[in-house]
């Protein structure tokens, strides 16, 4: 089943992200895609207020995993946008992040690492429409 969302702002992403980190669990893993530039880092951010995590939040893209720990749950931030093969996952450590569940794992650009989606998942795409706003975003969100 789907659930979409529509957002006009940014502050409305960063707000579906902050609802869904207070109801987050250990152990749960949520993937989000979608281009360039379309609010996932924003959507990450307030996942993190929704936790707990009053540290900046920045998109991990070339240190490809950041760790908070200070808030409720840990939460594991990945960004897997220039990693090259599924094998260099294990290489930084997701496999140790994904069997520890003590804390939340975020994958940005999770496509690109079809093989080791764990089952149960909560797949978020965002998707920009400039002919309805600049700022318009919809947001799908889907267990897989």
């Known amino acids: 089943m789907t659930k979409t969302f529509i957002s006009i702002s940014e502050n409305d992403t960063f707000e579906y ?14 993937l989000l895609d979608g281009e360039l530039g ?3 880092t924003v ?3 307030g996942f993190g207020k929704g936790l707990g995590i009053d540290t900046p939040i920045s998109s991990p ?3 490809i995993l950041k760790e908070y720990d200070e808030g409720r749950l840990p939460m594991y931030h ?6 090259g093969s599924e094998d260099e996952m ?9 069997d520890n569940a003590d804390g939340v794992i975020l994958i940005e650009w999770a496509k690109l690492i079809p093989g080791l989606i764990p089952e149960g998942a909560i797949s978020i795409t965002i ?8 700022d318009y ?8």
């Not at 990945?78 to 990693?83: A, G, K």
């Not at 998707?127 to 600049?134: A, I």
């Open 127 to 134: 998707k920009k429409d400039t002919e309805k706003g600049f």
């Open 61 to 63: 893209t070339f240190t």
């Open 78 to 83: 990945f960004d897997v946008y220039r990693v």
């Open 137 to 144: 975003r919809e947001i799908y969100i889907e267990d897989i």
């Open 43 to 45: 959507f990450t951010k």
């Open 17 to 30: 992200g902050r609802k869904f980190g207070e109801k987050a669990k250990a152990g749960d893993v949520y």
């Open 38 to 40: 379309v609010g996932k």
């Open 90 to 98: 294990e290489e930084i450590g997701f496999f140790d992040k994904l």
